[in-house]
């Protein structure tokens, strides 16, 4: 089993930055790729942004394209996520996944992100 331990989530003004960080329990899971899932009231879970662990290369949602960057620490086997210009439809519970090769995927407990207008 592998325990994903998201933090960094807070209430913040439209047009600020916040950092989330997401740190992974185990090393070796046969890992493919780490990102984040948000959710906001009355909608259903979407797609943010993913990092292939092993290459470093990524993916994101359109909404967020120039405003997130997604980014990884093999030391400290943690994965980020750097949110900037951040709009009040941001605002959501924002969940960290691990998807392994096997297509098993894991998911931390959630941090809410509230940015206000």
């Known amino acids: 089993q592998v325990q994903l331990v998201e933090s960094g989530g807070e209430l913040v003004q439209a047009g600020g930055s916040l950092r989330l960080s997401c740190a992974a329990s185990r090393r070796t899971f046969g890992r493919n790729t780490m990102g984040w899932f948000r959710q906001a009231p009355g909608k259903e879970r979407e797609f943010v942004a993913a990092i292939t662990w092993s290459s470093g290369s990524t993916n994101y949602a359109d909404s967020v394209k120039g405003r997130f960057t997604i980014s990884r620490d093999n030391a400290k086997n943690t994965v980020y996520l750097q949110m900037s210009a951040l709009k009040p439809e941001d605002t959501a519970v924002y969940y960290c996944?691990?998807?392994?090769?096997?297509?098993?995927?894991?998911w931390g407990q959630g941090t809410q992100v509230t940015v206000s207008s």
């Open positions: 996944n691990a998807q392994t090769y096997s297509g098993i995927n894991y």
